[in-house]
């Protein structure tokens, strides 16, 4: 199990190092750059080349990479060219806000998901199935920002139950020690402090949640009718067992097997999701800095996010490989 | 050895009474498939009774109607199935949770699919130990143990916590045979229990099931599609074609002189010990799907070689010939087996 940890952590270096090459490239093939991103339509071709000297722009791409190279391993990544910062310590602060967004959305997921799932099978054909079913090809399809939106329109400005936009109510003054709002307000028991944060999350989280939710209920439904059907279920029965202990020892346990896996999917998955949900409600976290760095082309901010993005992936899916491997006797670590 | 005695036995009280049994699946865009027909048979304390037919015959279906574990939907199964006098059929749920598993259990074909590939095999002894014997977890242990020891599988304790995966297919059947038997029931069906198992297995799997029927005093409905299994086995023989019972006979009567031409054709279609494996059978031409309904004369008439007009039109009733069953209007003669 150590040694499977291990080889695969060490497999990350090369992914990340090729993925890095890729990304300085890709960056660097987009059209406009940096200096004509922040001198706009008017800039003369002079002051291009001055910034884009001032910048190291003006060296040739592999230069520019062994020096980014040459500065990660000392764990320095750069500064913004927005704000002239560190890249990573503008990303640690932001870093919160969307690790929050996402285990709140995800939290949603997973809880709703798994039982919906598994009595849309359970009742298969009725009502409460074919309700469920329409319902996540209809999540599935709609766009994270429109539905966004329409969450706000109807629950916050029409109905007024939640904030629209935001971490926290202006006037609340809240301790900082986690990052995570909700949290912090509990470790603090600043308790109204939470409550309000929590607030602004619902939205959001449930927006987020949309796509995630749906195809949990999608696979677990369809793992659980596969289970539902099986031989051992059908030993189990006939061995007289109490309903429950069918239910979770011999269906529920086999049915999880590839929910778990789209779990960890959609983990990774949420991260994309996340950025246009951030648009919508103001949120503020990683989001708001990729889609600010995309339009300045600011480069050290882009490359350290396509980065961490990829490591954050590989991080998941090597969590549900070792998560599968505790649930699932059958397979072998290698 | 059990087997003539089982007979001898077999004038008391009757164990299990199924009565016109009949089994129709719904079918999308179609008419209903009647899978089984109107059967009856019983099987008394002890008795080891064969259910004899060809894939499709509805063997397993009649045995999952017994056990009411067919499906929750799509299908009707109407009839009565008396245990002790007790309409199966009729009773609720829970009590028939209660009964299975500890009054008559099963074991199935296919002993991989039939385990939980995620559970050990120990939780998977015990659990119905603690449901019916309402045993605490350490004696359930211990009993497993000693259940996957009388089985034939060595170094129980140590196979309490292996998983379906790392047994051997013998090995599964066996563990499945303790499962089934842990709680003592009086009535085992074992449903082509050797079917999915190597050739040099099977007769091993064969003579532990009849061993410990005869210990346990179970009684056994062995489904098969093989003669050849029940021919060292059962006490009485039931041969199934499309869903009735076309030919009843104690054993050794039925392989002496097989009356029905289905029985006959079976019969000389059994595999000799000594034929290569894979070796081609005397089939029964045809097969059993493009049969005849039942409601418009004798099912096996396309394939029968001693059809007669009489055959297409009337519906042969069953009918007691000589201690035997028998549902055709043209048998094979008694002296021509
Ligand atoms: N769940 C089901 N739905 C529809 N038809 C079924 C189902 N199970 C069995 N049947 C039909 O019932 C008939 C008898 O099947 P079965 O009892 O499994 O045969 P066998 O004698 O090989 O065990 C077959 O024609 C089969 O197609
Ligand atoms: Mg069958």
Known sequence: MLRFVVRRLLQVVPTLLLLSVLVFAWLRSLPGGPASAFLGDRATPERVAELNRVLGLDQPVWVQYLRFLGRAFTGDLGNSQITGEPVLSEIGRALPATVELSVAALLIAVTLGIPLGYLSARHRGRPLDVATVIGTLVGVAVPVFFLGYLLKAVFAVELGLFPPSGRQSVGIDATNVTGFAVL???????????????????????????????????ITRASVLDVLGSDFVRTANAKGLAP??????????????????????????????????EKVFVWGGIGTLLAQGIEQRDYPRLQALLLLGALVYVLVNLLVDLSYAIIDPRVRLS | MSAAAGAERGIGAPLLEVRDLRVTFARRGGPDTVAVDGVDFAVAPGEIVGLVGES??????????????LPERGNRVAGEVRMDGIDLLGLSDAAMRERRGRDLSMV????????????????????????????RKEPARREAAELLDRVGIPD?????????????????????????????????IAD??????DVTIQAQILGLL??????????????????GVVAGLCDTVNVLYGGRIVERSQRHRLFATPRHP????????????DSAPGEELVAIPGSVNDNLPWAHGCAFAPRCPRAMEACEQRTPAPEEIGGRLLRCHNPVPASAG
């Open chain 1, 244 to 277: 429950s202990t069918v239910r979770g020892r011999h269906v529920l346990r086999n049915a999880l097997l590839p929910v778990s896996t789209t779990i960890g999917l959609q983990t990774g998955l949420l991260l994309a999701g996340a950025v246009l949900t």
């Open chain 2, 262 to 273: 289905y029985t006959h054709g079976l019969l000389s279609s059994i595999p000799r010990l």
């Open chain 2, 156 to 188: 129980p304790r140590r196979r309490l916590g292996s998983y379906p995966h790392q047994l051997s297919g013998g090995m599964r059947q066996r563990a499945l045979i303790a499962i089934a038997l842990a709680c003592r029931p009086r009535l085992l």
């Open chain 1, 184 to 218: 912090d307000g509990l470790l603090t028991r600043e308790l109204d402090a939470s409550w309000d944060a929590l607030t602004h999350l619902v939205l959001p989280a449930v927006a987020l949640a949309t796509i995630p939710l749906a195809v949990i209920v999608r």
């Open chain 2, 56 to 69: 499709g015959c509805g063997k397993s279906v009649t045995s999952l109607a017994i056990m009411r574990l």
């Open chain 2, 108 to 135: 199935f074909q296919d002993p991989l699919s039939s385990l939980n590939p995620v559970v050990p095999i120990g939780v998977q002894v015990t659990e119905v130990l603690r449901r019916h014997r309402g045993m």
């Open chain 2, 210 to 227: 009849a061993e410990l029927v005869a210990e346990t005093g179970a009684a056994l409905i062995m489904i098969t599609h093989d003669l």
């Open chain 2, 192 to 197: 082509e229990p050797t079917t999915a198992l």
